[in-house]
């Protein structure tokens, strides 16, 4: 199956009360894993990448090449988006040009008025093309490649200006954070997520630092409007784990246990248990017949 809008995967998953995985990929391993994972267990599926793991993996076309090389190859016939999370305006323009399937502006540390003509111009282009674009209001916590955010709650009123630009998706901040969750994490605003759910209606709300949230705090924000949750901390933390007893168990000193095939595959065993939990959780396992 050829990549795809997440706008369809997403208006189901609102209509149907889940929500739909969006997985950082960082190399080859992640990404084999997520989209065999999400084949078995026939859900619908975001990869998602950061500018800067864009840049490790070679640029935006190799990333599509490799991508769109595994939907073949591996026969995938789950929807798959392929989105850029935490865009700039550039880098969202670099990642229509280059084949993404769906993109993120991330005019949250913008004046309010920027932010609006902007995702009204990457609007006008993702429209013509067919990709979903996703609108970020009130700054996530924490950091990442180098985007910082103070964790800032939207103002549910700019959340509908947004929303009512015509997005595909909205970004709100409403107490998360990128990471790992401090032990003091007063945890997610329910009171603003619910106030947003309620200006912006059918639009699909989007939970970014999915790391860490505990689940009853996951299920209730999919029940007020939450589609799509991004996760890509807990992966890294899994696959070094794995990585780290390989190689303390000595494995790399066994026969060709050095070969990064074998090196590496505990990691992506690794990831593939923590999407299929994830997946679970978020009610997307099946949804893909």
Same mark, same amino acid.
């Given at each position: 199956m050829a990549l795809v809008s997440a706008k369809e995967m997403l208006q189901k998953a609102k209509a149907g009360h889940y929500a739909v995985g969006h +997985?950082?990929?960082?190399? =080859?391993?992640? *990404? /084999?894993?997520? #989209?065999? *994972?999400?084949?078995?267990?026939? @859900?619908?599926?975001?990869?998602g990448v950061s500018e800067g793991a864009g840049k490790y993996m070679g640029g935006y076309k190799t990333v599509v090449g490799m991508v769109?090389?595994? =939907?073949?190859? #591996? /026969?995938i016939t789950v929807p798959v988006a392929l989105h850029?999370?935490? &865009? @700039?305006?550039?880098g969202a323009k670099a990642c229509i040009n280059a084949g993404f399937s769906s993109v993120m502006f991330d005019g949250s540390?913008?004046?309010f008025d920027e932010n609006i003509a902007k995702t009204k111009e990457l609007i006008a282009c993702c429209d013509i093309l067919g990709l979903s674009l996703e609108a970020e209001v009130g700054s996530i916590g924490g950091e990442e490649d180098g985007?910082?955010? $103070? &964790?800032? !709650?939207?103002?549910?009123?700019? !959340?509908?200006?947004?929303?009512? =630009? &015509?997005? @595909? $998706?909205l970004a709100a901040g409403i107490g998360n954070i990128h990471g790992k969750y401090?032990?003091?994490?007063?945890? =997610?605003? +329910?009171d603003v997520l619910d106030d947003i759910q309620k200006l912006t209606g059918d639009m699909p709300l989007v939970l970014h630092g999915g *790391?860490?949230?505990?689940?009853? $705090?996951?299920?209730k924000a999919i029940d007020l409007g939450v589609s799509k949750i991004n996760v890509n901390t807990e992966c890294q933390l899994v696959f070094a784990d794995a990585t780290r007893a390989y190689i303390e168990?000595?494995?790399d000193q066994q026969g060709k246990g050095f070969d990064p095939r074998k090196l590496l595959a505990p990691g992506a065993a690794a990831i593939k248990a923590k999407v299929k939990e994830k997946m679970e959780l978020f009610g997307s396992v099946g949804k893909a017949e």
């Open positions: +997985f950082n990929i960082n190399n =080859l391993e992640w *990404t /084999k894993a997520i #989209l065999e *994972t999400a084949e078995e267990l026939r @859900s619908p599926v975001i990869l769109n090389g595994l =939907l073949e190859e #591996l /026969k850029l999370d935490h &865009g @700039s305006y550039e540390h913008l004046p985007v910082v955010g $103070m &964790g800032e !709650c939207a103002d549910p009123a700019e !959340c509908k200006a947004i929303a009512d =630009l &015509g997005v @595909s $998706m401090p032990e003091n994490w007063p945890g =997610l605003r +329910f *790391t860490g949230i505990p689940d009853e $705090m996951v299920a168990a000595g494995k």
